[in-house]
């Protein structure tokens, strides 16, 4: 079993990310991330929307709804060794990177002016990949190229579930009707 989900996280106060996004708390706690939408604030000062729905972070509605702070946003296809993430300003992709193990063992593509860390994430998946066996090996590294990199700006990683700060405190969101 693995994940197949996406998240995005916009730097504001959750209470004002969620009313940008279409969504109401519940206050019902989602320690495990079980519901179809759950949030919580981080310390870094993003806040994060879980969605169970893999397309969900970068479906168009998603994106522009969000044009009025940066965003970055996450997807995760364990089955298939795929991931990406973005950045989007003004309800616009500004950037984008991504890896599919379909592609390859070393597959990283990228579009618009990437960040300066992403080199460096990169490099070191490669070389723990090459450490790993290379194209024998059972581990895809080159996953996390993208899942680090939008960490690097957030703070949070999907499968990380404690930090030096705590943990998240999901709450179930639900869209506004």
């Not at 950037?95 to 080199?119: C, F, I, K, M």
Request: some cysteine; proline content about 5%.
């Amino acid at each position: 079993m693995g994940f197949s989900i996406s998240w995005v996280a916009l730097r504001l106060p959750k209470d004002r990310a969620l009313e940008i996004m279409g969504f109401t708390d519940t206050g019902v706690a989602d320690e495990a991330n079980e519901a179809p939408f759950s949030a919580a604030s981080l310390p870094t000062g993003w806040t994060i929307i879980w969605s169970n729905e893999f397309e969900y972070a970068v479906s168009p509605s998603t994106i522009v709804g969000s044009s009025d702070t940066e965003i970055i946003g996450c997807q995760v296809e364990e089955h298939v060794m795929f991931s990406s993430c973005f950045a989007a300003q003004n309800g616009i992709v500004t950037w984008n990177v991504s890896h599919d193990a379909q592609e390859g063992t070393y597959d990283v593509s990228s579009t618009g002016p990437v960040p300066n860390q992403l080199r460096q994430i990169e490099n070191s998946k490669v070389d723990a990949q090459n450490a790993s066996g290379g194209v024998h090996s059972d581990v895809d590294h080159l996953i996390d190229v993208p899942i680090d990199l939008a960490a690097s700006f957030t703070g949070y990683r999907y499968d990380q579930f404690s930090y030096h700060w705590g943990s998240p405190e999901f709450s179930i969101i639900e869209l506004k009707l």
